[in-house]
């Protein structure tokens, strides 16, 4: 009966090694530094563009920064973290409660530059305070307590009505000053008040994160962390003070997210409760987990794909484009025609093709969760997974569990 257990699971495996071998990650590997290159040239263009199609940008650039800042905490500690808006509403909030002209505490003396650095230091700080209550909870029960983390700041910010306006939230947040560079004549404008600047705002912060987080991951620091992901009980036997490298991880992280809210809040314009649901948390690990856990690449491939397909579905241009192929929608619906003539099923029949872009918007969670089966099966270490986590799925148990040579 085992022998044929483990023939049933070869039976099944095999099919969907040949669909693995057959997919993109058997490119040479001269082409990945090709579609990188793209990708930048892609990032210098963009300014050019319309300015909702840079809007679309700027989102997929936060979500790029904030995966960042969870792929420390999950892809490279290994702590698995579902409360992450609270760090961003954190950095969100001490801009919007300093700059708001509504807000109570609003104070003409705090300049934007002064109060992005206070938003991460207090976005690092709460970090810590998350940190030490969960350091002993692994696995299941820390993804749940770090859960309940994320809506208790939610429910904080709506129910604080006397700090945060409550449901109500809060309007006209302050802008970035560049007045300096403004009198040098290397900008038409004195504030940060159109889609251009945030746009390049967002792709600066994202890249100093991006240098940040790689010079940490081949640091001392981030071998701890990779040896507390693998096995933290092994990691502490060989010496790594594993309760500081977890709040470090979950400091730095939480500094990341607060950032990406100190940025996202006067691009904006309005923050409240709202804004900082689950699902931002979800989408943010999605993206992760999807592009690769630890790694930078990865991060970036998954925000492209989770938030820029989405943003891009919804666009009437885009209606324009899937109009020429409404060819494609008559066939099939002949054809749905035909089997509803002799089977009296009664299918529906497709849209108009200029309406494909609005049903693939109303049902894309159905899409991504298809295409979060499908990456896990064809690539089970994401899109570009780092190169520790891609060796260990390369890795067939077959290896693991061979016995000696000779034995039954």
Not at 196 to 202: D, E, K, P
Not at 219 to 231: K, L, N, T, Y
Request: net charge neutral; hydrophobic share 50%.
């Amino acid at each position: 009966m085992p022998e044929r257990g483990k023939l049933g699971r070869a039976a099944i495996a095999a099919p969907i090694e040949r669909l693995r071998a057959r997919t993109w990650e058997r490119l040479p590997d001269w082409t990945h530094p090709l579609i990188w290159f793209a990708l930048c040239i892609l990032v210098l263009v963009v300014p050019t563009f319309d300015d909702i199609w840079v809007r679309m940008f700027f989102l997929v650039g936060l979500y790029a920064t904030l995966g960042l800042g969870l792929n420390v905490v999950v892809g490279m500690a290994g702590l698995l973290d579902l409360g992450y808006v609270a760090f961003f509403a954190t950095g969100a909030y001490v801009v919007g409660i300093l700059s708001a002209p509504d807000s109570p505490h609003y104070s003409a003396f705090f300049s934007y530059w002064y109060l992005l650095p206070m938003a991460v230091g207090i976005g690092a700080l709460v970090g810590v305070l998350l940190g030490l209550p969960v350091l002993p909870l692994r696995g299941d029960y820390l993804a749940i307590v770090t859960l309940g983390f994320g809506e208790i700041i939610r429910i904080l910010a709506l129910n604080m009505s006397d700090q945060t306006n409550g449901s109500s939230g809060l309007f006209e947040i302050g802008r970035p000053d560049i007045s300096y560079l403004h009198n040098l004549g290397l900008t038409g404008r004195s504030t940060v008040d159109n889609v251009q600047y945030f746009y390049v705002m967002i792709v600066i912060a994202a890249f100093a994160v991006w240098f940040v987080t790689s010079r940490l991951r081949d640091s001392r620091v981030g071998r701890a962390w990779e040896a507390i992901r693998e096995d933290e009980d092994a990691a502490r036997g060989m010496g790594i003070n594993t309760t500081r490298y977890k709040l470090m991880a979950f400091s730095t992280g939480a500094a990341i997210g607060a950032l990406g809210g100190a940025i996202y809040a006067p691009f904006i314009d309005f923050i409240a409760p709202n804004s900082f649901s689950l699902l931002v948390s979800i989408n943010v690990l999605a993206l992760v987990i999807i592009g690769g856990m630890g790694s930078t690449q990865g991060v970036v491939a998954g925000s492209l794909i989770l938030i820029g397909v989405p943003e891009l579905l919804q666009f009437s241009e885009t209606a324009d484009v899937l109009s020429k192929f409404d060819w494609v929608g008559q066939g099939v619906n002949q054809v749905i025609d035909g089997i509803n003539a002799v089977t009296h099923l009664d299918l529906s029949t497709l849209p108009p093709a200029e309406k494909w872009g609005a049903k693939l918007a109303l049902y894309r969670f159905i899409i991504f969760g298809a295409l979060l089966v499908a990456i896990m099966v064809l690539r089970p270490s994401g899109l570009f997974p780092s190169r520790r986590r891609k060796m260990e799925f390369e890795h067939t148990p077959e290896h693991e569990t061979a016995g000696p040579a000779g034995t039954a």
